[in-house]
């Protein structure tokens, strides 16, 4: 049990970080998607090298360096959460945060639903009820767009998928290490559109200069929240897992709303109302589970 709370905990402070990238990514605003993502890769993978230097943790590197499998499952996750950070960067520099919150409204049934039919993991009655409502909430919102929210569906798709590859491997993947090969993955690619960017003249970051100190906090902003994922993934079920991942929609939500004021039609309001709803049952039901358990062990 105290593993399971330590992923809550863990998941919960991932979310709370991943709310409020908005605040960030709005700062690099002049650059490109695919050139923030570039560096976010190349900031993240140098900020984990220097920490698995501090803590000494090359031998996990190692160690995991030697099963093919998990190696081509953890280049896999980097490709996916690469998608996923380009989709969400293009929705917040193009003035649809609300959009890209839109992708992790849904990307909690994404991985609900596949912790259901890969896993094979189950939800109780109340939790079928939290999963419909979300579902209805989704789909009250993409309605209200008027058009299909690609940026929303990339961004749940590519994420969901990234959490099941975590999911299956992470058992015996440390955070630090699986995020190190996950970023070296894909590293050599964005240094390579780096590089050309530079030749070709279109480059927009001079990373002597003020705004390339802000880009390159991307690194420790971008691995910070990744690692307490990971570290909560291992921890807790995906059906859990699924559940949580609202914190981040509804606090980007509200800023897209009271901070970058998008508009927030009745039809959004109501499936925000929804998505609350169905948290508070999936919470609730949670609860019960746990004092039941807790009743039957005294």
Request: charged letters at 10%; aromatic letters at 12%; hydrophobic letters at 60%.
């Amino acid at each position: 049990m105290c593993l399971v709370r330590a992923g809550i905990l863990y998941s919960v402070a991932a979310y709370l970080v991943w709310s409020l990238f908005p605040l960030y990514f709005i700062l690099l605003a002049r650059s490109g998607a695919l050139e923030i993502i570039a560096y976010r890769v190349i900031w993240s993978l140098a900020f984990c090298l220097i920490v698995l230097s501090v803590t000494n943790g090359w031998r996990d590197i190692r160690r995991l360096l030697s099963s093919r499998r998990t190696t081509l499952a953890l280049a896999a996750a980097g490709v996916l959460v690469s998608i996923n950070w380009t989709a969400y960067v293009t929705g917040v520099n193009s003035g649809r945060i609300l959009d890209a919150a839109l992708g992790y409204f849904i990307n909690p049934l994404v991985a609900a639903a596949l912790g259901v039919l890969v896993l094979r993991e189950t939800m109780s009655r109340i939790q079928w009820v939290a999963f419909g409502l979300g579902a209805t909430a989704c789909t009250i919102l993409a309605i209200g767009y008027g058009k299909v929210p690609w940026i929303a569906f990339a961004v749940a798709g590519s994420f969901g998928a990234y959490g099941l590859v975590k999911k299956r491997v992470g058992a015996h993947v440390p955070a630090l290490a699986g995020l190190t090969m996950e970023t070296a993955a894909v590293a050599p690619f964005m240094l390579a559109y780096l590089l050309w960017l530079s030749i070709s003249g279109g480059s927009t970051v001079n990373v002597a200069s003020p705004y390339g100190l802000v880009v390159l906090l991307a690194g420790p902003i971008t691995a910070i929240p990744l690692l307490l994922f990971a570290a909560g993934a291992r921890r807790i079920r995906l059906v859990t897992l699924g559940m949580i991942q609202y914190i981040a929609p509804i606090g980007q939500f509200l800023l897209g709303w009271l901070v970058f004021n998008e508009p927030m039609p009745a039809e959004r309001w109501a499936g925000f109302v929804l998505v609350w709803v169905a948290v508070g049952l999936f919470v609730g039901s949670a609860v019960w589970q746990y004092r039941v358990r807790q009743a039957a062990m005294s």
